[in-house]
């Protein structure tokens, strides 16, 4: 065969093979589309293939179906990607069950740890690390030890640990209701103000004491004459950013723990308020917790979130020194012994008294714990 015609016949041949190749490629990337396995890899491969491709005077159409595949490709290979980054990324989880899923992989030695702020010294900080400490050990339910506590502050700050023992455990009642108590030399353990199933977690396992709100509805519930309006309470609970149907990091979901869960144990009583149209229903004081705590320290613990004393709420504290006067009366008159005598100390009634602003969200250090362990 003379060269000449070898060099035609070697030509088509390569065209052949070329469109060949194209087409091959055209119908993988269409099956790749069809079936939403392509990955972004496959598709840049097949596209560097196609663009390799020589052009001949009929690439036309071959162009436009090339444009389509690759649009199906991409596509496809979209698709694909989202569905890995949707597996990859698990199903929103309740605040409880993400904590006890925290609490099966945290080592039993490892303490949350705590933040410097700026300026602040060496010693002002030691009563935010045991505080740490402290919660941790209530929330896995976990011995206080005092040999740990010395280690955190350090041999330098020994002679300040009461001090510093003493300023965490404040911060810590302010926010869940529970007070340190020393069992022995050697161990502490936080106890709820009020008996509470589970030392105050409601519910059975591990978890933070849900005390702290309990005493701050009650003392909405007081402040409100001893009756208090369903959306006064979220109101309220709102500024500590607790939303009823949102799930809450340490309360879990809020409506049921208050409607239903403390109604059930009879610390709240949940009613509708008569004649309502739409219903609407108000919140009182339970059986148990008109057995268990008082007005006078319930207006305490409120005044302790707001840094304040209880005289500085005169109408509330006046009020709640007569429920004292009348409870002594009457373990009086049932041979409970005399009438114990309500005094003021003299400092007390020496402070000035101011009436019952709320305070701002920013200065309440109740909103700043809370805000602190969010963060852990």
């Not at 004393?309 to 509330?316: C, H």
Request: include cysteine; hydrophobic fraction near 35%; proline fraction near 8%.
């Amino acid at each position: 065969m003379p060269r000449r015609h070898k060099s035609k016949f070697k030509a088509r041949e390569r065209r052949r093979q070329a469109q060949g190749e194209a087409q091959g490629c055209e119908d993988a990337q269409a099956k790749a589309a069809a079936e939403a396995e392509s990955t972004p890899s496959s598709a840049a491969q097949c596209e560097d293939t196609t663009q390799s491709v020589p052009t001949t005077g009929s690439s036309g159409a071959s162009q436009r179906r090339r444009r389509r595949a690759r649009a199906r490709a991409a596509a496809a290979a979209a698709a694909a990607a989202a569905a890995a980054t949707s597996a990859a990324v698990p199903g929103t989880k309740s605040d409880e069950e993400s904590n006890n899923q925290d609490e099966e992989r945290v080592s039993p030695d490892e303490a949350p740890s705590y933040v410097e702020r700026p300026g602040e010294d060496s010693l002002s900080r030691k009563p935010g690390l045991l505080e740490q400490y402290l919660l941790y050990r209530c929330k896995m339910k976990q011995p206080i030890l005092k040999e740990d506590m010395l280690k955190i502050i350090g041999p330098n700050y020994e002679e300040h640990f009461p001090e510093i023992l003493k300023k965490a455990a404040e911060r810590i009642e302010i926010v869940f209701a529970v007070d340190l108590q020393e069992i022995d030399s050697t161990r502490y353990d936080l106890i709820s103000k009020l008996k509470l199933p589970n030392n105050g977690r409601v519910r059975a396992g591990r978890g933070l004491p849900k005390t702290g709100l309990l005493m701050n509805i009650l003392g909405m519930i007081f402040m409100k004459g001893n009756c208090a309006a369903e959306e006064d309470i979220w109101k309220f609970l709102s500024l500590m950013r607790v939303y009823p149907g949102r799930k809450h990091f340490i309360y879990g979901e809020p409506r049921k723990l208050i409607t239903k869960d403390l109604v059930r144990l009879q610390y709240l009583e949940y009613r509708q308020v008569a004649n309502s149209d739409p219903p609407r229903h108000e919140f009182l004081w339970g059986p148990n917790a008109l057995a268990e705590t008082t007005k006078m320290k319930v207006l305490q613990f409120l005044s302790k979130v707001n840094n304040t004393i209880p005289t500085a709420f005169p109408s509330y504290y006046e009020e709640a020194l007569r429920e004292e006067e009348e409870r002594a009366q009457a373990r009086g008159a049932t041979g409970g012994g005399p009438p114990a005598r309500v005094v003021i100390p003299p400092s007390v009634m020496a402070r000035s008294i101011f009436p019952p602003l709320p305070r701002p969200e920013g200065s309440n250090p109740l909103g700043k714990i809370i805000q602190r362990l969010s963060k852990n």
